[in-house]
């Protein structure tokens, strides 16, 4: 049996019960008011109620749906504002994409007060703005943004920061990432704006107190992490030596002190050591830094350091050319070790071993360095002719450097 049959046999019952309950007692309703009454049975009653809720429905069903099609038919109903405003959007969003700013200004301004999500309007009209050079004007266009939409506060003011560090206001930019950092700490993003502007100020202090949180929070990729470090602290390291010490400061100590400050890895770097130890000679402690340098060369050979090595007076200058001399045997034929060891043997006194020593690393390497050390050293020695012609090759070096020109006969 369908279920159409047992709906239309439940109806015939509930029909039949009804009648024979009216039947059987009609009750009795009276409703007076003044000098107006109504007399009638209670199911009689009972179907004008049910009539009048049913007309009530009716009539509410129907102010919906006259109110609908005023909607869809009135040009100024919120609803026909709002999709006029989309479809200029969308124009404004698309000639933004493809870089025409002043129609993307003019398309998203219009469309933002009525448009569905007015903040990304104004986000991108504010970009747009930008782009033009309009800065008075991109800046009211994000305040607009943050009125219509108040709890946007961190997207509108990460895009204030990023037009902010493209127009080179570092410094406003600074601002705005400071005050969005202290309410929101823990965003990454700011953190890493904030991380980009110190570094294009050159601020390497304030870098310096932000990298653990930096690599804390992953914010870098470990190549660049390390990258960054390496230049914040070769930076450090730099202005230390720059920098004045008090008259009652050791001059070499703000060096020193950025030196122990830097993580032990770097401190192997040779490039790191050799500013270092650059620093420490131009502050008058060539000890330390022949100190330093004997340490990582004894681990690392490196010709920079070498080179430098070479040049600076330690405690013991025997010691330091005893030193060079057992690299010596590691690298018979280097041409810088050799210079080194030249320069070491003169500290010496030892002026026969220097000659040795810059004719080998002249032979190996012809450097106009080298040739202008063994030059001077033969003359001092008392051999002129030896002494010129070493200037004549070094001459050679020079010539060769020289742009192709017309020249008299000899």
């Known amino acids: 049996m369908s279920k159409s049959y047992i709906a239309i046999l439940a109806v015939l019952l509930v029909a039949a019960l009804l009648g024979m309950a009216v039947a059987e007692d009609p009750g009795y309703i009276l409703i007076a008011w003044r000098n107006f009454s109504i007399e009638t049975s209670v199911w009689v009653g009972v179907g004008l109620l049910l009539a009048f809720w049913l007309l009530l429905l009716l009539v509410r069903a129907l102010v919906r749906v006259l109110n609908a099609s005023g909607r869809r038919i009135n040009p100024w109903s919120r609803r026909n504002l709002q999709q006029r405003a989309n479809v200029v959007a969308t124009r ?37 703005a930008n782009e033009l ?108 030596g720059q920098r004045t010490a008090p008259a009652d400061v050791d001059p070499a100590s703000l060096v020193i002190a950025a030196w122990e400050n830097m993580p032990k890895r770097m401190r192997d770097d040779p490039l790191v050591v050799e500013v270092y130890c650059l620093q420490l000679r131009a502050k008058g402690r060539e000890i330390l830094a022949e100190e330093a340098l004997r340490n990582v060369l004894q681990a690392n050979y490196n010709d920079r350091l070498v080179h430098l090595y070479g040049l600076v007076q330690g405690r013991d200058p025997a010691r330091q050319l005893a030193t060079a001399e057992q690299w010596l045997q590691a690298h018979p034929n280097n041409a810088t070790l ?61 010539e060769e450097s020289l742009p192709s020109l017309p020249l008299p006969s000899r």
């Open 92 to 128: 404004g969003l698309l000639e933004f994409a493809e870089g025409h700013w002043k129609s993307a200004l003019r398309l998203l301004k219009k469309s933002a007060p009525h448009a569905e999500l007015p903040l990304i309007n104004y986000l991108a009209a504010a970009r747009a």
């Open 338 to 398: 050799l210079l080194a060891a030249g320069r070491l043997a003169q500290r010496n006194s030892l002026w026969g071993k220097a000659r040795d020593y810059l004719e080998a690393s002249f032979s190996s390497k012809r450097d106009i360095q080298t040739c202008a050390e063994l030059a001077r050293l033969l003359d001092r020695m008392g051999d002129q002719e030896a002494s010129r012609a070493v200037l004549n090759d070094g001459f050679d070096l020079m």
């Open 133 to 240: 050079e309009d800065y008075s004007e991109c800046d009211n266009l994000l305040r607009e943004a943050y009125e219509t939409t108040p709890k946007a506060d961190v997207a509108i003011a990460v895009t204030q920061a990023q037009l902010q560090i493209g127009r080179g206001q570092l410094e406003q930019a600074l601002a705005t990432l400071t005050r969005l950092r202290k309410e929101h700490p823990k965003h990454l993003y700011a953190l890493k704006l904030m991380s980009q502007v110190y570094l294009r100020l050159e601020d390497w202090s304030s870098l310096l107190a932000l990298l653990p949180e930096l690599r804390k929070q992953q914010v870098l990729h470990p190549a660049e992490q390390d990258a960054l470090e390496y230049q914040v602290h070769n930076a450090l390291l730099l202005q230390a």
